[in-house]
């Protein structure tokens, strides 16, 4: 009589690859997950909420308080709503449960032996990583991976677009500014889906001229789909109006060229290497629309480091497509006909044998959850959250603020904009902060002028009546302000210093 399979017998090689994988993604993304820009989205959430209305006008700098201000602000709500319920821990387990998410789309994409799938995995993440935080663009991130999805389902087996990808940019616009992602996705496949019929391309599935008609219809109810928000065809133009921004370029690192000297840079440069490798030494052609979206993301990571995620993201499928072809033609040109690793080179192991090994896999299996879950367990504590808060941002100098209550308005640093709105608002409105669709490009070098003592500071602070400046010890302003007559310091530790003017302007 046939014995059935025990419970131990179930988790293989793969299987418990595989969990670790994805065990591996959900840890290293529960992190402490407020970035500088966190803390408005916060405060945005918390407005909306306690008003009941998804506001238009600006109404936390008394330097565009009333502009019309049309960032999408429903993602802002649920961080919002989450830390009100459950602090930081149930932010930080939310940030990781989408990045998670986003990378099971991802593996469903992969077509390659479960090894190189998981490195490409384990690289993919490590890249995208920089992004993971409580802030809107998470949703933008699993709704980017959930595109791709779809689009890959669409090319390689005849997958449906409609109606789940115009649904998906309806509710993408009104979440974050990234929505334009899925109209480039969906554009390079075009493109490259077209040359791959122009050029007869055989090697891999292509989508035919009849199918590509109904791809374009796709993205005209798209467009048409991403105008379903408060401002209407408005927000079309949105992503283009922060692109324009050129100081942001000369200022805010993550608008800048990614520096490779800078660890978290490297890894991307190393997956674009080996795309480019894995390309290279293949006997397949190389499909077209894998061109376009390593050269659209490469090219777009180059231009400005926030678009290193989205490279991660897009073209880790990519990436383990043409290694696993790599490594198996590598090895049938060297005269082998199992090739190491792959799933056709593991001979079925006898029973006895199985069974001990599926056991040493679920030993395994439990050491991994157990490490897991205690360096989950850090950063989910509120004291290791404020440790964080203290050492990183001017928490001791907005204490001073709060309780010394100087005169404003008030002009700050860049970096710290989001912060003082969740901390100091409404007491304080900010000069400058983080929404840099809020500030022009001629507002962003005027703030930068001050913060330089460039020619004419002193007037531009008259002119915006300013009364109070809170910025970094270290800055070149600060260093002037020291030797002005007509500022006095008030408060001053090894991050911030906090300046008062001697007679207020009134």
Do not use: C
Not at 454 to 466: K, N, P, R, S
């Amino acid at each position: 009589m046939k014995r059935s399979p025990t419970f131990f017998s179930r988790l293989t090689t793969h299987s418990l690859l595989t969990a670790i994988v994805f065990i591996s993604i959900f840890t290293m993304a529960v992190r402490v997950p407020a970035s500088a820009d966190t803390w408005w989205h916060l405060r945005s959430g918390q407005y909306i909420i306690e008003n009941q209305t998804i506001f238009s006008a600006d109404p936390f700098s008394h330097t565009r308080e009333g502009q019309l201000w049309m960032y999408p602000k429903l993602g802002q709500v649920f961080w919002y709503g989450l830390y009100a319920v459950g602090g930081w821990a149930t932010v930080a387990l939310a940030v990781a449960l989408l990045a998670t998410v986003a990378f099971w789309l991802v593996w469903q994409q992969i077509e390659a032996n479960v090894f190189v799938g998981a490195f490409s995995m384990a690289l993919g993440a490590i890249v995208s990583s920089v992004i993971w935080a409580a802030r809107p663009q998470m949703f933008s991130f699993v709704l980017t991976a959930l595109v791709a999805y779809l689009l890959h389902r669409f090319k390689r087996h005849n997958g449906n677009l409609l109606p789940w990808i115009p649904l998906i940019m309806a509710l993408r616009v009104n979440i974050h500014g990234g929505f334009a992602i899925g109209f480039m996705l969906m554009l390079a496949y075009l493109v490259g889906e077209v040359i791959n019929n122009i050029t007869s391309y055989k090697d891999a599935p292509v989508v035919n001229w009849g199918r590509l008609k109904y791809l374009i219809l796709v993205i005209i109810i798209s467009v048409a789909a991403a105008t379903i928000n408060p401002h209407t065809w408005r927000m079309l133009f949105y992503p283009f109006q922060t692109v324009g921004i050129s100081a942001l370029r000369d200022f805010i690192a993550e608008w800048q060229s990614p520096n490779f000297h800078q660890p978290h840079a490297q890894p991307f440069i190393l997956m674009l290497l080996l795309i480019l490798v894995s390309v290279a030494r293949t006997n397949r052609q190389v499909d077209w629309t894998d061109l376009v979206l390593v050269a659209l993301w490469a090219g777009w990571a180059l231009f400005a480091a926030r678009n290193i995620a989205v490279f991660g993201l897009v073209t880790t499928p990519i990436l383990a497509g043409y290694a696993d072809l790599t490594w198996t033609e590598q090895w049938q040109t060297w005269g082998y006909t199992k090739v190491p690793f792959s799933t056709a080179a593991i001979a079925r192991p006898k029973s006895k044998i199985q069974n001990l090994k599926s056991k040493i896999n679920w030993v395994l299996l439990t050491l991994i959850i157990v490490a897991a879950l205690i360096k989950i367990s850090i950063p989910l504590r509120s004291d290791i959250n404020l440790e964080v808060e203290q050492e990183s941002l001017p928490y001791y100098a907005v204490e001073f603020v709060k309780n010394e209550r100087p005169p404003g308005p008030m002009f700050n640093s860049y970096n710290w904009g989001g912060y003082l709105i969740f901390k100091l608002w409404p007491d304080y409105l900010v000069y400058i902060d983080g929404r840099t669709d809020l500030y022009d490009d001629f507002f962003v070098r005027r703030f930068l002028t001050v913060m330089a003592a460039g020619d004419g500071w002193e007037q531009i602070l008259t002119d915006d009546g300013i009364n109070l400046i809170f910025i970094e010890s270290d800055s070149t302003l600060a260093k002037f302000l020291r030797h002005n007559p007509a500022w006095t310091e008030l408060y001053r530790d090894k991050m911030a210093v906090v300046f008062g003017r001697v007679a207020p302007l009134p």
